[in-house]
Nanobody
Framework: QVQLVESGGGLVQAGGSLRLSCAASGRTFGNYVMGWFRQAPGKEREFVAA????????YYADSVKGRFTISRDNAKNTVYLHMNSLKPEDTAAYYCAADLSGTSLYSESVYDYWGQGTQVTVSS
């Protein structure tokens, strides 16, 4: 069992930056591929970014590539999402998720555990 707790969301002006954190419980954090997803009001949840178990591989949605950076610290059981050049269309609830299988990073259906989400609001 893994419990995930996100933090770092908030209100920011367009062009600004935020760093989201996701702290995981348990001693097996390094066994999980970690992902970030987001869901805007009235829209389906969508993939944002994922990172391999060791952090050597990172993957991004086209909409955030070049602006967002995912990273992890396995010693601290934490995954981060650094968000720069934020746009109003980035406004959403952001969720971190843990996937043991690592078979399909972009699909939310393969992720085993989810956090409760943290809200990011970008004003124009």
């Amino acid at each position: 069992q893994v419990q995930l707790v996100e933090s770092g969301g908030g209100l920011v002006q367009a062009g600004g930056s935020l760093r989201l954190s996701c702290a995981a419980s348990g001693r097996t954090f390094g066994n999980y591929v970690m992902g970030w997803f987001r869901q805007a009001p009235g829209k389906e949840r969508e993939f944002v970014a994922a990172i391999s178990r060791t952090g050597g591989g990172t993957y991004y949605a086209d909409s955030v590539k070049g602006r967002f950076t995912i990273s992890r610290d396995n010693a601290k059981n934490t995954v981060y999402l650094h968000m720069n050049s934020l746009k109003p269309e980035d406004t959403a609830a952001y969720y971190c998720a843990a996937d043991l299988s690592g078979t399909s990073l972009y699909s939310e259906s393969v992720y085993d555990y989810w956090g409760q989400g943290t809200q990011v609001t970008v004003s124009s």
